[in-house]
């Protein structure tokens, strides 16, 4: 399949989960706490100076003061100036966001102080040899703090713009690489298919196949139900309690990259694979407020993929149709007629015509011919 590269530029972060050893790791939490101060202080000097003089103070003007406080605090000093600095946009980027929306009307809230732990991402501005952070040996190398072990479960196909490191609730460190990909516009095709959410499966397509969630996600699910009951059983306030609170929170944070990263390569494939992908509306659907609990349980993780699907179609000029889902289960996919069936019913069974089939892929096929049809 050939493609054609599209001129305008598009941002996307890519999030790979690094090991930085004890030293390294106590250098970076220092750097946080460091940076927490920075930006505290350079909110204070705003608001001190607009108070005295009425006037803004800009990012240029606070560069000069950053570095007169670098020469009387040394801990500043052994932060890399790159990540000092962007904490100084970061505070610009949070007074012109409140400006802006003050002006159209709104009542944002004024930026507010970090409170210890509240600051968690370090940004190095610039990324290759030489410079911030950089590879080296497949390795993440992070200038003053030096080789930190990094899992590049994905490729990255374009060249890395900026490198953030941050510290999860549970305590684990990611690296964020921000890279500038043009789209890739894939060669017209007309092939489309259907999807349906499946109730026992993740995604059930027109064609009939069925997409199941990974063993491995599965299993990180019944872990995770596992560790809320033990959480409810323990004492209020008990140290138990505690450390059962944390092993929750990592379950969390390794359910949510295990199904991101399932929805990342399966939307991939797809938009690969067919020009037209239809699936259901969910917000018509969340309108409709339907009983069919086991189904809304699984719109949580569905929406996330559609999301997805809907930017990758974008960026590589496919299609992504929504239709309504208005009674796609009940209607028979050959001849029309409405078949009622509860959530229990697992099978299409048409009076009608006669097609008997798995009731999902049936609907799959109604989204499908929906989209055709209009
Ligand atoms: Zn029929």
């Not at 005295?52 to 052994?78: C, F, H, M, S």
């Not at 092993?247 to 991101?260: M, Y």
């Amino acid at each position: 399949m050939s493609s054609v590269t599209s001129s305008c530029k598009e941002k996307r972060n890519y999030k790979f989960r690094i090991y930085p050893n004890k030293r390294q790791e106590h250098k970076l939490t220092s750097w946080l706490e460091t940076c927490r101060i920075v930006y505290n202080s350079a909110l204070a000097d705003r608001k001190n100076h607009f108070i005295r003089t009425g006037n803004g103070l800009t990012r240029i003007a606070q560069q000069v003061i950053l570095k007169t406080d670098k020469t009387k605090y040394p801990r500043i000093k052994e932060v890399h100036s790159q990540v000092t600095q962007e904490v100084l946009f970061r505070i610009e980027r949070a007074f012109n966001n409140f400006f802006r929306r003050a002006k159209a009307g709104e009542k944002p809230g004024y930026p507010r102080y970090k409170g210890p732990g509240q600051y968690k991402t370090l940004t190095f501005t610039q990324f290759g040899d030489g410079l911030g952070a950089s590879f080296k040996n497949s390795k993440l190398k992070l200038s003053k703090i030096g080789l930190v072990k990094i899992k590049l479960h994905r490729e990255i196909h374009s060249k890395v713009k900026t490198c953030s490191i941050k510290r999860e609730q549970s305590g684990k460190w990611y690296a964020i690489l921000t890279v500038e990909e043009s789209p890739v516009l894939y060669s017209p095709n007309r092939q489309s298919i259907g999807l349906d959410v499946g109730i026992k499966e993740f995604a059930v397509f027109s064609n009939g196949k069925k997409i199941t969630n990974p063993k491995n996600l599965q299993r990180s699910e019944r872990k995770l139900k596992t560790l809320q009951r033990n959480l409810s059983r323990k004492k209020k306030g008990s140290k138990n309690r505690a450390k059962a609170r944390v092993k929750l929170a990592r379950q969390h944070e390794k359910v949510r990259n295990q199904r991101q990263d399932f929805q990342h390569k399966l939307s991939t494939r797809l938009v690969w694979k067919y020009g037209t992908i239809v699936v259901e509306d969910l917000q018509i659907k969340n309108m409709v407020k339907n009983h069919r609990l086991a189904k809304n349980i699984s719109d949580v993780g569905w929406g996330e993929f559609i999301a997805m699907l809907s930017y990758k179609a974008e960026s590589a000029g496919r299609i992504l149709a929504k239709v309504s889902p208005h009674g796609t289960t009940q209607e028979c996919s050959r001849c029309g007629n409405v078949v009622p069936k509860d959530l229990s019913v697992r099978t299409h069974d048409c009076p009608y015509c006669g097609l008997v089939m798995d009731r999902d892929h049936n609907a799959a096929i109604n989204i499908l011919h929906r989209y055709k049809a209009s």
